[in-house]
């Protein structure tokens, strides 16, 4: 079995990810990406999301939906198995063969969404995700918290596990503060996404297209 160090060194496309809050439009902007570089850029593209629909990723998305109780430090330890599964059984055949791979939710969201429950911080949660390859481009969808939990009470009954304004409000901040404290490892745009979904694609466009440019 291939590591993890050689994906990377064997990837021929560019690898993307759109991270946001649950509501901030990550999964339609997403699908008018791919419909944009399969159309006209006549690139190949294949569109995947965590948590996984694996194994581990289904336990996961379980306690998402709060039919299973886990403490924080397991979740944490979930998510990060499930991204190195999720890397070599689905992803890496695709980046290896050239197909560009649009990723919705990555480490990011770990970050983001588990740092204020987590004894060991921010250091922690890098450290147990640090065998995941890194994206080219993370595209970080931002709206505002009490908007994206509108659009979340309008959308359905139940609500998911980090879904309350006040839990929202913590990892929107946590977003914007991760965006600037790794821009030195990796490039993260921030987009705003409180505006009519084809202005956001249009810069979604924008940014990627430098992307492909700069690609192989």
């Known amino acids: 079995m291939s590591s ?6 064997n990837q021929k496309a560019p690898f993307i990810v759109f991270e946001g809050l649950d509501g901030a439009g990550t999964t339609t902007q997403l699908e008018l990406l791919q419909t ?14 965590e ?16 039919r299973l109780q ?7 330890l979930l998510f990060a198995a499930d991204r190195v599964d999720h890397i070599k059984s689905e992803m890496k ?50 709206v505002p918290a009490d908007i994206c939990m509108n659009r979340i ?13 006040e839990k929202l409000k913590t ?16 490039r993260i745009e921030v987009i705003d996404g409180n505006r009519d979904p084809q202005e956001v694609h249009k810069e ?3 940014v990627v297209k430098e992307v492909l440019i700069t690609e192989p």
């Open 93 to 142: 055949e695709y980046l290896e063969n050239g197909i560009t791979v649009l990723c919705d939710r990555y480490y990011l969201s770990s970050f983001a969404y588990q740092l204020r429950d987590m004894p060991g911080g921010l250091a922690w949660i890098e450290s147990i995700n640090d065998k995941a390859i890194r994206p080219d481009l993370t595209l970080l969808i931002d």
């Open 4 to 9: 993890l160090a050689e994906v990377l060194s």
């Open 70 to 76: 886990l403490d924080a430090v397991s979740l944490a």
């Open 171 to 186: 990892i929107r901040d946590n977003y914007l503060m991760l965006a600037r404290h790794r821009q030195s490892v990796e």
């Open 204 to 206: 979604v466009c924008d």
């Open 36 to 49: 944009w570089m399969e159309r006209t850029c006549e690139q190949r593209v294949y569109v995947t999301r």
């Open 51 to 66: 948590p996984s629909n694996g194994p581990i990723g289904s336990l996961l998305q379980l306690a998402l939906c709060r």
């Open 153 to 165: 009470q309008k959308s359905r009954w139940k609500m998911e596990l980090f879904e309350e304004p």
